[in-house]
Structure formats: structure tokens, C-alpha cells
């Protein structure tokens, strides 16, 4: 029995599972967080969790049953996922698990589980390899469910009251506290926190009052606005395309689910004795304000309120998240790795390779961002680090490996690091309008380095074995 329980959490199928969750986990979702990378954590996380649960209860198909009922319960009650929440919070530090009923489209991979269970592999009750699995399938079933922290404060709706301009806010942190709203008496000069009843719902389109005719309206996912005029409507006040993107980068939150837009979301006109202002909602953004003169002014978040000062500037170089880096380093470590072994060609050179490239993952996960320090994750990796270094040099000392493939493997790592970094440096700069366009070509230029370090080695790596040799070779 222990042996089964062994082969199946040790299983090829249940590896790669894993190696996939912690991939999804720690890279895939802060760079690309959408619906296909939350959705893969809860597959591969139906196809790890049983054979964890078996380890501790020795029963497969109980292990099956009892993962099925659990995953149903949390995604969809409130009080499941409250449950689950305080449950990993426990063990994990804070941690929040959302109801989410279209998540149960996940529950067929138990039957993938379920056929690792009944296709063991013989190598998998090796006691090395399950050392390893164990540790590692605990942090990713664990890390699938671990929080952030805030996003920023968002501006999502403007009103005029008592002849006062309040903006009301959602998101951020102390010092102020979330739902804070602002209000200015002086036309947008000066702002403070105030009590004044909030705008119910922004309101998309409001007219300068007395002129019916004469209005401002909000351009869907845009920081924009347009004005009536003659009949027809114009733009009024505009950020391109290109710094748009730049800015969304800049205010992007530490989770995912927390993102706010960066986009004009509501607008109000105030009547003054010499004119009238404008006042618009752009999200994490802060305002943008027309005064009473037609020039417009970017207003962002200081602890006072708002002001110029706090605006990002358009100039600024645009701010990438440091997982990109860390995913290139890991992805560069991955293809120095991948074109050494083909000089290598040793079975256990794959292991060892896997086990320092997870090790340096955990590490890198561990202590980035500082603020989610991961004390689990950063243990792990001291023991797996250094054992994935000497396999992988031991391993490569055995096969007698070429001085050529480590030369190639090594130059490998370092061109494919800068290539993934190359166009998130020039989006950076300003020369690429885009960020989807530099995450595109990106990992468009990895793939091709790293194939071309790979395919280097191939070509120039040693004769296979008991093929014919010149003398000097003998």
C-alpha cells in the first residue's frame, strides 16, 4: 500500500501537474492572469490533490470522492469558500478563496488522477523522486490559494453636491481608508476627504446645465472625452493609445482580481459665475479637470488628494512588473539547461536539471516581492538548489560532455535572457507602443534562441555511441 501511495504521487502525470500548477502560480498568472490560467490551477490542482490526500488516508477512491465533494463545496457556497479561506489562512498565512461555479467545468481531471492511479510507474517509489515530489505538491496545492494585497484607489464616479465636486473612490490602503471620497469648493483647485453623500453610479455623459446642447460624454474603456458640438461630438480631452497602455502598466496592483481601470469612467460639469468646469473619473488614473479658461490637467493621488503632482507622467518610462524578469531568468536557466542536455543525453541529467530549475523558481517566488516573503518556498529551495547543482555537474561529468556543449549551454542561458527582455526594454523606452506587443515578441524571440542553443548542440555534439571512431578518438 505504501508503495502505491508512493507510485501514484510520484506518477509522471502528477509531476508534470505539479510543475505546472507552481508554474501557473508563480509566473503564468502575474504576467497573463485572465481566464485560461485560472482555470489551469484548478485543473492540474483536481489531478495533484488526491494522490496528496491518499498519502494520508490510503484509500484512492475515497481521496477521489472526498477531493470532488471539497472543490464542489468551496466553488460553489459562500460558506465553503469562507471555510476554505480560513483554513488556508491557517497554514498559509492570509490567504482568500473565491466561489466560482463555472470553475466545476475543472472536475472531469479527476478522472485523470484516477487513471494515474491505476498506470503506476515502477521508477516513481524511487525514495530520492518522492522526497521531492511531496514537498513540492504541498507548496503548489498551497500557493494556488494565497493572496496580495490592495490594488490602488480608483476614481470610478463624480458628482456635483451642494455646489460642492465629490469624486468617490474605491481600493487602495491606509492611510486612507477604501470608499474614501473627495471634495473640492474651489472649482478643482484644492481637494480634501469629505462626509457629502457619494455619486450612486458614475454617470457616463452630463451637460454644462442651462445648455441642453452642450455636453461632455465618457469614451468606453478610453481616456477620453468628447463634446457636443454643433450637432456633432468631437474630442475634448484625450491620452493616446500608446500612453494609455504605458499607464495602465504603471498603477497595475499586486493581485490580479484587484485591477482597476485605467479609463475615463464618469463625468460632471459644475456652473461657476465665469464659466464652468469639468471634472472626469479615470479610474486608477485620478481626474482629469477643465477649468474655467478650456485647459485640461491630469490630476493623481497624493495624500492630500488630488494634484498634478501626482500624476504619472506621460515621459516616464514604462513600468513592467518585476515577475517579467524573474520569468526570464527561470526561462533563460530552462534553456541553458535544455541545450546542455542534449550534449549530456542522460536520463538523470533531466531530473537533476528539473530539480535545480524548481528550486530556483521556489526561491525566486520566495522572496519576490518582498512584501510576500514565503520563508516555505525560500526552505525548499535551499535543499533543492544545491542538489540540482551538483546532479546536473555530476551527471555531466559521467557522460564525459563536450567543453563545447557547456560553452554553448551557458551562452544559451545569457541570449535568451536578453532576448525576453530586449522588448520590454524598448516598450520601456517608448519605442514599442504596446506591452502586448512586446510579451508577443518576447516569447517569440525566447522560443527561437532557445530552440537555435539546442539545436547548436545537436549539430556539433558527439558521435552516438558505437558509431565509428578515428584513431585519436580510441
Not at 213 to 219: I, K
Not at 274 to 296: M, P, T
Not at 423 to 439: T, V
Request: aromatic share 8%.
Amino acid at each position: 500500500m505504501r508503495n502505491s501511495a508512493l507510485a501514484w504521487i510520484g506518477h509522471p502525470l502528477t509531476v508534470i501537474s505539479v510543475v505546472v500548477l507552481l508554474l501557473n502560480d508563480h509566473l503564468f498568472k502575474p504576467l497573463w492572469s485572465g481566464v485560461v490560467t485560472g482555470k489551469l490551477s484548478d485543473v492540474v490542482g483536481l489531478i495533484v490533490a488526491p494522490p496528496l490526500i491518499n498519502l494520508l488516508i490510503r484509500r484512492p477512491w475515497p481521496a477521489i470522492l472526498l477531493t470532488g465533494a471539497a472543490f464542489t463545496l468551496v466553488k460553489t457556497t459562500a460558506e465553503g469558500a469562507a471555510l476554505a479561506s480560513q483554513a488556508w489562512t491557517l497554514v498559509w498565512g492570509p490567504s482568500r478563496v473565491l466561489a466560482d461555479p463555472t470553475d466545476l467545468i475543472a472536475l472531469p481531471a479527476l478522472y485523470a488522477a484516477w487513471w494515474a492511479c491505476n498506470h503506476p510507474d515502477a521508477r516513481a517509489v524511487r525514495l530520492a523522486r518522492t522526497v521531492i515530489v511531496i514537498p513540492l505538491t504541498v507548496l503548489a496545492v498551497a500557493a494556488t490559494s494565497q493572496t496580495g494585497y490592495s490594488g490602488p484607489y480608483s476614481a470610478y464616479a463624480v458628482d456635483v453636491v451642494d455646489g460642492m465636486i465629490v469624486v468617490a473612490t474605491r481600493g487602495g490602503s491606509e492611510p486612507r481608508p477604501a470608499g474614501t471620497r473627495f471634495a473640492s469648493g474651489d472649482a478643482g483647485n484644492t481637494w480634501s476627504s469629505s462626509e457629502l453623500a457619494a455619486p450612486s453610479l458614475p454617470r457616463t455623459s452630463a451637460c454644462v446645465p442651462g445648455r441642453p446642447d452642450h455636453c461632455y460624454r465618457t469614451v468606453a474603456t478610453r481616456l477620453k472625452v468628447e463634446e457636443s458640438r454643433n450637432g456633432r461630438w468631437v474630442t475634448a480631452w484625450e491620452i493616446s493609445p500608446q500612453d494609455q497602455d504605458r499607464l495602465v502598466r504603471a498603477y497595475a496592483p499586486e493581485r490580479p482580481e484587484d485591477a482597476e481601470a485605467v479609463a475615463s469612467l464618469a463625468v460632471a460639469v459644475q456652473k461657476l459665475p465665469g464659466g464652468y468646469v469639468v471634472v472626469v473619473a479615470n479610474g486608477a488614473d485620478g481626474i482629469a479637470l477643465r477649468d474655467v479658461s478650456g485647459v485640461w490637467r491630469r490630476l493623481g493621488w497624493t495624500e492630500k488628494g488630488f494634484d498634478a503632482s501626482g500624476a504619472v507622467p506621460l515621459t516616464a518610462p514604462g513600468k513592467y512588473d518585476d515577475s517579467v524578469s524573474t520569468a526570464a531568468l527561470l526561462a533563460a536557466l530552462a534553456a541553458g539547461l535544455v541545450a546542455l542536455g542534449c550534449g549530456v543525453r542522460r536520463p538523470g541529467f533531466a531530473v537533476a536539471a528539473l530539480t535545480l530549475w524548481v528550486g530556483a523558481g521556489l526561491f525566486y517566488s520566495g522572496v519576490n516581492p518582498p512584501a510576500l516573503f514565503n520563508p516555505v518556498a525560500v526552505l525548499l529551495a535551499m535543499v533543492l538548489v544545491p542538489a540540482g547543482v551538483t546532479s546536473v555537474i555530476v551527471s555531466a561529468a559521467r557522460g564525459g560532455t563536450p567543453l563545447r556543449a557547456w560553452v554553448i549551454g551557458t551562452a544559451t542561458a545569457v541570449i535568451v535572457y536578453y532576448a525576453i527582455m530586449t522588448p520590454f526594454y524598448a516598450w520601456s523606452a517608448g519605442w514599442l507602443g504596446y506591452y502586448a506587443l512586446a510579451s508577443g515578441l518576447s516569447i517569440a524571440l525566447g522560443i527561437a534562441t532557445a530552440s537555435a542553443g539546442a539545436l547548436a548542440v545537436i549539430k556539433t555534439g558527439r558521435p552516438p555511441e558505437g558509431s565509428s571512431r578515428g584513431p585519436r578518438d580510441r
